[in-house]
């Protein structure tokens, strides 16, 4: 009888432990409470116009990653975005989806179990390992999970469980940074010096984006991320007025006249702030495997995401 795992959060790193557990052999399930794939890798569609309004590139750093991102350059999934064109502080390629960042997540998520719409709301303990309960009212069963969410939203899930972590701590330590995603799309291109990336000190804004100089919008768009302090401030404000106040604020590279359509989005755990240390947790509470992983351990960002997921799955094989 095949081992088998349920994979909570369809992120980089819980995809990431899927292939690892899938190269040897195991049973995997990956329930996400999201219509898609990816996470924070996120490219959203308005009309013709593209947006990657979470994360905007990656770098690699270690030979694993490096290899790992090989497999999406070559199939043409993936391609360099040279930012150090345009930005001085850039000082290596990074890179990018080239239908925008969902496309790689979609590429790793070929030939997966993922069931989508499947919030986890319950985690309990069976006679041959574990159940998870969705708010559809499905029910998964396996030997062992790795949870792969926010660390808050791990904490909320397991408090609905009515699991005492012995190390709940360490998610507690955990902390996240809130990002508010400005997506416009534009009828004139912007004065975004190429090849169309620019982080911005010393204001509401840290970030933007020019998707059609990036290759993934066949139309002008750009995209704003609001800096970490002003998402907080105005997290719960309303978003079309808090997207017209970041737009008005970069009128010399946006003109007001050239905007045609605005949409915002919230992101609570854009930036994982505060991480633990290692790679992933193991729970020493329950009697099956149960796993913690994501960008909130280890040395966080994609990169770090793909690592703790990949140690996850491997820490699970050897038990």
């Not at 819980?14 to 999201?34: C, F, M, P, S, Y």
């Not at 998964?140 to 899930?157: F, R, S």
Request: negative net charge.
């Amino acid at each position: 009888m095949k081992n088998s795992c349920i994979i909570i959060g369809a992120g980089l790193s819980g995809l990431t432990a899927a292939h690892e557990l899938l190269k040897n052999n195991w049973e995997v399930t990956i329930l996400d409470k999201g219509r898609g794939v990816g996470g924070r890798m996120a490219t959203r569609r308005a009309g013709e116009a593209r947006f990657d309004h979470g994360a905007q590139y990656f770098s690699t750093k270690t030979p694993d990653f490096k290899a790992f991102t090989q497999n999406f350059l070559q199939a043409s999934i993936a391609k360099e975005w040279h930012l150090e064109e345009g930005d001085k502080s850039f000082s290596h390629p990074r890179v990018i989806g080239i239908n925008g960042m969902s496309s790689i997540p979609k590429f790793l998520a070929e030939g997966l179990n993922i069931r989508t719409n499947e919030k986890a709301i319950g985690i309990s303990e069976t006679e041959n390992g574990c159940k998870v309960i969705t708010e559809t009212g499905n029910s998964y069963e396996a030997n062992a999970i790795i949870c792969t969410v926010p660390a808050p939203q791990a904490i909320e899930l397991l408090q609905k469980s009515e699991i005492s972590l012995a190390e709940i701590s360490i998610l507690e330590n955990i902390q996240y940074q809130p990002c508010i995603a400005v997506m416009a799309s534009l009828n004139a291109p912007t004065n975004i010096p190429s090849p169309g990336g620019i982080s911005l000190e010393n204001s509401n804004i840290s970030w933007i984006a020019d998707n059609f100089q990036k290759g993934i919008s066949p139309v002008f768009s750009v995209t704003i991320h609001a800096n970490p302090a002003f998402s907080l401030a105005h997290f719960d404000d309303d978003l079309n007025e808090v997207g017209k106040q970041l737009l008005s604020e970069v009128s010399y590279l946006i003109s007001a006249e050239s905007v045609e359509s605005l949409q915002v989005h919230r992101w609570r755990y854009s930036l994982a702030s505060e991480r633990h240390t290692d790679n992933f947790l193991v729970s020493a509470s329950t009697k099956f495997p149960l796993i913690f992983a994501g960008d909130g351990f280890g040395i966080g960002s994609i990169e770090g995401a793909f690592i703790s997921g990949k140690s996850a799955a491997q820490n699970l094989l050897k038990i």
